[in-house]
């Protein structure tokens, strides 16, 4: 049973820095995509990031390219989301999604219907 657990979440100030931890396990292998999404209030599911764990293959939303980053550790099956110079439409309710990389296109990467495993999501707010 594949299970996603986020972790790192908290407030910070604009400028600031966050890591976001998912940690994945129950996949059969480490040949998956896992992503991070986010929900503010009152607004849609918004995929921010995604990675290859086999790969390492990235890709991020316009909206955080070039102030997030996306890795993975040695194994896989923990994620990581450094998050620098931190807005405050930055502030949501963030998501660890996961899927096995051949049920996936790059179509599909930044759409929440594209993944089966989600975790419970981390709280981040920054303030002004």
């Known amino acids: 049973q594949v299970q996603v657990v986020e972790s790192g979440g908290g407030s910070v100030q604009t400028g600031g820095s966050l890591t976001l931890s998912c940690a994945v396990s129950?996949?059969?292998?480490?040949?998956?995509?896992v992503s991070w999404f986010r929900q503010a209030p009152g607004k849609e599911r918004e995929g921010v990031a995604i990675?290859?764990?086999?790969?390492?293959?990235?890709a991020y939303a316009d909206s955080v390219k070039g102030r997030f980053t996306i890795s993975r550790d040695n194994t896989g099956y923990t994620v990581y989301l450094q998050m620098n110079r931190l807005k405050p439409e930055d502030t949501a309710m963030y998501f660890c999604?996961?899927?096995?990389?051949?049920?996936?296109?790059?179509?599909?990467?930044?759409?929440?219907?594209?993944?089966?495993?989600w975790g419970q999501g981390t709280q981040v707010t920054v303030s002004s």
């Open positions: 999604a996961a899927i096995e990389a051949p049920k996936i296109t790059p179509v599909g990467w930044f759409r929440s219907g594209s993944y089966n495993y």
């Open positions: 129950g996949f059969t292998n480490n040949n998956n995509c």
């Open positions: 990675v290859y764990t086999n790969s390492g293959t990235t």
